[in-house]
């Protein structure tokens, strides 16, 4: 169901991120691990903003089932970094940001909607027991 690609020295577990996405969505998801300095270039290049960030979704466009609903693009870095600041494991850490992505690729958007992502970005980090998400720390 996730077809990764890790770039980065970063150790994940993939079947916990594969029972997150089953829970959701039995379509595909492209899950790919960069470094600051390649989701920065990407960012530049999709969004024209000229700076590093955690995660990056990108969905497929069409409602197709048989093809992927998009690919998710998470910063090695910025895992590291902020769990190590909000002190839990890396593993969080991409669990978190994955879900985060993961509910953009399913058309929720925290920027415009009125508090559906973070209803529904909650009730998945409640379900698999994990820590502060991002909308949660950022508000």
Do not use: C, W
Request: net charge negative; glycine share 4%; proline share 2%.
């Amino acid at each position: 169901m996730i077809d990764f690609e890790n770039q980065t020295d970063l150790l994940l577990e993939l079947s916990e991120l594969e029972e997150i996405a089953h829970s959701v969505t039995n379509r595909e998801i492209e899950l790919i691990i960069v470094n600051n300095e390649t989701i920065k270039n990407i960012n530049f290049e999709y969004r024209e903003k000229n700076e590093a960030t955690d995660v990056l979704s990108f969905p497929f466009d069409g409602d197709f089932a048989h093809l992927p609903l998009g690919t998710i693009i998470i910063s090695k870095d910025f895992v590291t970094e902020k769990a190590k600041e909000y002190n839990h494991s890396n593993n969080d850490e991409i669990k978190l940001l994955f879900i985060h992505g993961l509910l953009h690729l399913l058309g929720y958007d925290h920027e415009i909607d009125n508090g559906e992502h973070r209803e529904k970005e909650e009730e998945l980090i409640n379900k698999y027991n994990l820590p502060s998400s991002l909308i949660v720390r950022n508000s």
